[in-house]
């Protein structure tokens, strides 16, 4: 079965440092990958999303995030945190066809910025 | 752009009561809907997929006759919380897929019992 694991359950890291989450995953079939990011009191909003195709993908706010088969990893990054990037990230996974895709998330990390 | 509405954002129900929350899929055709149960703790349960003209399949600790689903047309899903007790409070997420295989998410509905 499928499963996501962000292994840090917090970060903290100072404002205009560089930041990088961690998102292992499990999966039997061609994934899809996802980096959401909710703040506080609100919804999910969608940061980036990984096809099939190049490891390394542009999203929102200046996050990028690295697929890489071998690690089973799709670490999320930035070159310098914003005071307003404070919020909770989850890593999601779901398979790319079939009815049964069942996204499944990860525990979240939450994010503090030390100004 | 792909945008997904939740409402009500907020309720309050008595202990053993109904309600109703809706999710409306907004610029795209949600050819999906997964519906999710996030705890205090931040984690998230999947309660239910939902696709048009399919079965909607419920997960395990989550049954129809507790949380009903309707999902009429590509744009709109409900699910009704049936004799609501404390332990389903919670914040409900609703997430349509678009044809591409993404999810985008509502802003939920917070469920507090009473």
């Known amino acids: 079965a499928q499963s996501v694991t962000q292994p840090d359950a917090r970060v903290t890291v100072s404002e205009g440092a560089s930041l990088q989450l961690r998102c292992k995953y499990s999966?039997?079939?061609?994934?899809?990958l996802f980096w959401y990011v909710q703040y506080p009191r609100q919804g999910l909003q969608l940061l980036l999303k990984?096809?099939?195709?190049?490891?390394v993908v542009q999203g929102v706010n200046g996050f990028e995030a690295e697929f890489s088969k071998s690690n089973s990893s799709f670490h999320l990054r930035k070159a310098s945190v914003h005071w307003s990037d404070w919020a909770v990230y989850f890593c999601?996974?779901?398979?790319?066809?079939?009815?049964?895709?069942?996204?499944?998330f990860g525990k979240g990390t939450s994010l503090v910025v030390h100004p | 752009g792909a945008l997904v509405y939740q409402y009500p954002r907020r309720t309050i129900c008595k202990s053993g009561t109904s309600m109703r929350m809706e999710c409306q899929a907004v610029?795209?055709?949600?050819?999906?809907v997964a519906w999710y149960r996030q705890s205090p703790q931040k984690t998230f349960e999947l309660i239910a997929l939902s696709t048009v003209n399919s079965a909607i399949k419920y997960e395990q600790n989550f049954t129809q006759e507790k949380f009903p689903i309707s999902h009429p047309n590509l744009s709109f899903s409900s699910m009704t919380v049936l004799n609501a007790y404390l332990e389903d409070r919670g914040l409900y997420l609703c997430?349509?897929?678009?044809?591409?295989?993404?999810?985008?998410f509502g802003a939920g509905t917070r469920l507090s019992v009473l």
């Open positions: 997430g349509a897929r678009d044809r591409d295989g993404t999810l985008y």
């Open positions: 999966y039997f079939g061609t994934p899809y």
């Open positions: 610029g795209f055709q949600a050819t999906s």
């Open positions: 990984y096809y099939p195709g190049d490891p």
């Open positions: 999601a996974v779901s398979l790319t066809s079939g009815g049964n895709y069942k996204p499944t």
